[in-house]
């Protein structure tokens, strides 16, 4: 089968660092993409990943292990406007690029 | 302007009733996509299109259909809407213009069946 885990919800500090981590199980891989969704809104595009390794991209960065089927995304310096959900997302086939969505983290950011 | 839109934004329709929600976009991507987000199911889609010609089903096709009328629009429609249809859904589009395939969603449509 296919599933993607991620926590439900998670807090953090304003100025802090916070790690969202996903896991998945799919029967094929052509990339994993983080997106941010604030209430009621659309989700938009954070990041990709295919290779092993960290991307960098401002305050955020996103990590994937394809052997241990594992990302995380990192947010640093958070701030106010961070609180959102995180939505962890496979790709499965390149011929298709349907995703699979994890059901999202919600993050609060207190100040 | 917004690339992707959606209409209506909010819909309220009782049981039995057919409804179509409408998504058009000015991004001239070929691909584009009808998802649904119910609280703590995350997104699941619906149907697919790759081109005008080419439409498939998602993991959550029944008691769905859609029609592509045109490279920019694709629409989606209930034939006969029951209350567990109740949810936020989201068209989006795509395209490799970065290498991979990125989506773009249009702000969603808010439909509550009573």
């Known amino acids: 089968g296919q599933n993607i885990d991620q926590p439900t919800e998670m807090t953090a500090t304003e100025g802090a660092i916070v790690q969202i981590n996903c896991t998945y199980q799919t029967s094929g891989f052509n990339g994993l993409f983080w997106y941010q969704q604030h209430a009621g809104e659309a989700p938009t595009f954070l990041s990709y990943n295919v290779l092993d390794g960290l991307e960098e991209k401002g305050r955020f960065s996103s990590f994937l292990s394809r052997s241990k089927g594992y990302s995380y995304l990192l947010l640093k310096e958070l701030q106010m406007k961070d609180s959102a959900s995180y939505l962890c997302?496979?790709?499965?086939?390149?011929?298709?690029?349907?995703?699979?969505f994890g059901t999202g983290t919600r993050l609060q950011v207190f100040p | 302007d917004a690339d992707v839109t959606q209409t209506p934004r909010n819909r309220i329709t009782k049981t039995g009733k057919r409804i179509m929600l409408e998504c058009s976009q000015t991004k001239g991507h070929d691909r584009m996509y009808w998802y649904r987000q119910d609280p703590g199911l995350g997104l699941r889609l619906i149907y697919y299109?790759?081109?005008?010609?080419?439409?498939n089903k998602g993991e959550i096709s029944d008691g769905y259909s859609v029609s592509r009328q045109a490279q920019a629009k694709f629409s989606l429609s209930l034939e006969s809407a029951i209350p567990n249809q109740t949810a936020l859904y989201f068209c989006?589009?795509?395209?490799?213009?970065?290498?991979?395939?990125?989506?773009?969603f249009g702000p969603g449509t808010r439909l509550t069946v009573t």
């Open positions: 989006a589009t795509s395209s490799r213009d970065r290498g991979f395939y990125e989506q773009y």
């Open positions: 299109s790759f081109d005008v010609k080419d439409i």
């Open positions: 997302a496979v790709s499965g086939s390149y011929n298709t690029d349907k995703l699979i």
